[in-house]
């Protein structure tokens, strides 16, 4: 802000504070950067407008805020340090705050993630519970009070409505001032500010971080404060959808219910101080780092303030527009509310004691006009006197006649055209006793339906048919619709369950989701081996529920291993998950070590099943007998004997052959395999 053509820069107030530089201008006073010479550091300075100076009430309030917020030490309160005067105007000198304004931020980033709201909130929700331990009401909570200083710290300012609990109302007029975006309604009714207005104020900071939104807007700050009175503020979770843009983060239920529960329109159902609002916070933050931003109806339900003991919100009437105040920003409202006086000081208006009926002098009857006769006449004679004072008499007489027959006509008017109706209470959030309590207030009787509501605690009035304010004969009735609390059904058992029948116990209150197929080794086809959600669980009606099918047992392909390694074979089989039976076998043709035969040899299988592999032991060898000097004949058979083919060589010099086995080819002594063939000389 330029500060060349502020006259109070470069001054030094009381010999201690120099003016450094203007920061900020508001509707009561200006906020300068100075440095304490004293103290060498700096510091923040809030100086009264010259032209407020002279004006008691502003003074007042000027005051105090320094005394409202010196009570207060907590590290998410802006300190104060000092307070004076200086030619004329007050002013209060307090922590410089190097950072920017929780508007700032949420201009920048809003919508915010709510992990990162809620870190925000919880520091204000601190602050507030602080000030209302204190008793202090701060009665102006919104994000241009709330300093975010440059290492993350939130820090509440501007205590300038703030007021102890028990100290008087601002004025004798019953003036509320206020910002009007949020502005709690009692205060734009009839009410005295507490803590639960500080948390209103604060719950529509929550609602406009979580959103980037304010929750009610108007052409013009009076039309907003009736919106804050008539209209309930809607879940933070319903005004993301209707932006209509997608965002990473879901608001759980106990999130949307924490807004709701500090922006009740009845304070009475409201959560009550700062204290309470600071608990409820960290209990969220707490479920959002455990449950991963998954809803969690019992949080919710806990949150939730009881219902309130008697008694319905006042709506706001249709009144004349406030003019804004001289100098007021155009965030700010006045309105005007009647004076509150409690039931048993209301003013009575006095009853006249009851008129005296002036006594005419008795003359008595003279003797000599006895009547003629003891019996009264049907018809006396009407003697009507002329005297004056009778006369006007008899006009006052007439005058109330007539008087007396036009209010008669006008009741019997009014009875017929409206007094013989009443209207429908607004019963919401009240308990069925006070419901029907305030149904027979207005000479009604009513009929209860239950529904179930994500929002509304169970036991309280959602609504009634017809809805409030309709008008109905004197003694007809009317519906209560009464909350049933969050509709929740337990997850049903589905594991292990055939698929039809899993199926069909999801469907009772839920939907099907995604299935999918798994082969198994335990599970026999068609039969559930998972679901999505846990066993017994509560889950909101249509919840989708995944499920994973057994396919059964995975089919495996046999390779066929005839002449492989049996070694090899062997291991390959075992690896796809097939036991394997091993069985030796000598072979003339198949080579030791290999496979001769599988079984099975080829198709599928199932991993476990057994596969027979015959392993070769190669043929079976013998010994070469020696056969020298012996019978052609019987050494012929020595070798047959040993399953050996035998090929005759005749190898006689003579010319008689002897007939005789000289030796044999292989020779004597050498091994060979059966079947084989052997020369056999003969001489």
């Known amino acids: 802000m330029n500060s060349t053509f502020d006259p109070l820069v470069g001054q030094v107030l009381d010999d201690r504070y120099e003016i450094v530089a203007k920061v900020a201008r508001g509707g009561m006073a200006t906020v300068y950067r100075a440095r304490d010479l004293r103290l060498s550091r700096v510091v923040a300075v809030k100086v009264m407008r010259s032209d407020l100076g002279e004006d008691d009430e502003f003074a007042a309030k000027f005051d105090r805020e320094a005394r409202s917020a010196a009570v207060l030490s907590h590290p998410n309160v802006v300190s104060i340090f000092d307070q004076g005067s200086s030619q004329g105007q007050p002013y209060i000198v307090m922590e410089f705050i190097e950072g920017e304004t929780l508007r700032r931020v949420i201009g920048r980033e809003a ?3 709510p992990e990162r709201a809620l ?7 601190a602050a507030l519970s602080a000030a209302h331990e204190a008793g202090v009401v701060h009665r102006d909570i919104k994000p241009e009070n709330v300093m975010l200083t440059d290492r993350g710290q939130v820090k509440v300012a501007d205590f300038g409505l703030a007021r102890q609990v028990d100290s008087p109302q601002m004025t004798a007029t019953g003036v509320l001032v206020g910002t009007a975006s949020y502005l709690p309604p009692e205060l734009v009714t009839h009410a005295r500010p507490d803590g639960r207005s500080d948390v209103y104020s604060a719950g529509v900071v929550l609602f406009e971080l979580l959103t980037g939104k304010k929750p009610h807007t108007g052409e013009n700050n009076y039309q907003i404060a009736y919106r804050h009175v008539n209209v309930d503020i809607e879940k933070p979770s319903d005004r993301l959808s209707e932006l209509g843009q997608s965002f990473d983060w879901p608001i759980p239920d106990y999130l949307d219910t ?3 529960a500090a922006t009740r329109r009845d304070p009475r159902a409201r959560i009550a101080n700062g204290y309470e609002l600071l608990s409820a916070v960290r209990k969220v933050r707490v479920e959002m780092a455990r449950g991963a931003g998954n809803d969690n109806p019992q949080l919710a339900a806990s949150i939730l303030p009881d219902s309130p003991a008697d008694g319905v919100t006042e709506r706001l009437k249709p009144r004349e527009r406030p003019r804004p105040a001289s100098g007021m920003t155009p965030e700010t409202v006045i309105v005007r509310a009647p004076q509150w006086q409690p039931a048993d000081q209301a003013p009575r208006t006095p009853i006249p004691p009851p008129e ?3 006594v005419t002098p008795h003359h008595s009857p003279s003797p000599t006009h006895s009547p003629k006769s003891q019996r009264t006449p049907v018809f006396p004679p009407l003697h009507i006197s002329h005297d004056p004072v009778h006369r006007r008499r008899r006009g006052v007489i007439a005058l109330l006649l007539v008087l007396l027959l036009t209010a008669g006509a006008g009741v019997g008017s009014w009875w017929w055209l409206s007094g013989r109706y009443t209207t429908v209470p607004a019963v919401a959030s009240l ?6 309590e305030a149904a027979d207030a207005n000479s009604l009787s009513v009929s209860v339906r239950e529904e179930y ?5 169970k036991g309280v009035v959602i609504d009634t048919e017809p809805g409030s304010g309709e008008r109905l004969l004197r003694g007809g009735s009317f519906t209560l619709v009464m909350s049933l609390g969050p509709e929740r059904y337990p997850m049903p058992k589905v594991v292990g369950l055939p698929r039809d029948q899993a199926e069909e116990a999801i469907g009772q209150h839920f939907t099907m989701g995604k299935v999918t ?3 198994s080794e335990d599970a026999a086809e068609g039969q559930v081996l998972a679901a999505s959600q846990e066993e017994g669980a509560e889950l909101k009606p249509d919840t989708a529920i995944d499920i994973t099918v057994s396919k059964g047992k995975e089919p495996i392909r046999i390779p066929n291993l005839v002449s492989s390694s049996a070694a090899n ?5 075992k690896d796809l998950g097939f036991k394997v039976n091993v069985k030796e076998e000598n072979s003339t043709s198949v080579e030791k070590g290999q496979v001769i035969r599988q079984d099975p040899s080829g198709g599928n299988g199932n991993r476990g099943d057994t596969i027979t592999i015959v392993k070769s032991l190669g043929p079976v060898m013998v010994t070469i007998p020696g056969v020298w000097g012996k019978n052609a004949d019987d050494a012929k058979k020595m070798l047959e004997d040993l399953d050996l083919k035998v090929e005759i060589q005749n190898d006689s010099g003579f010319g008689l052959p002897l007939n005789l086995a000289k030796s044999t080819d292989p020779a004597e002594g050498s091994q060979v395999a059966v079947g084989s063939t052997v020369k056999l000389i003969i001489v």
Not at 431 to 436: G, Y
């Open 431 to 436: 308990n069925e006793t006070k419901a029907r």
């Open 258 to 260: 924490l807004v709701l």
């Open 517 to 519: 197929e798994s082969w």
């Open 111 to 113: 919508p915010l993630p």
């Open 356 to 358: 005296k009926t002036p």
């Open 453 to 457: 509501s994500e929002t509304v605690p």
């Open 119 to 125: 870190e925000l909130f919880e520091q204000v929700a």
């Open 569 to 573: 074979a062997e291991k390959e089989l």
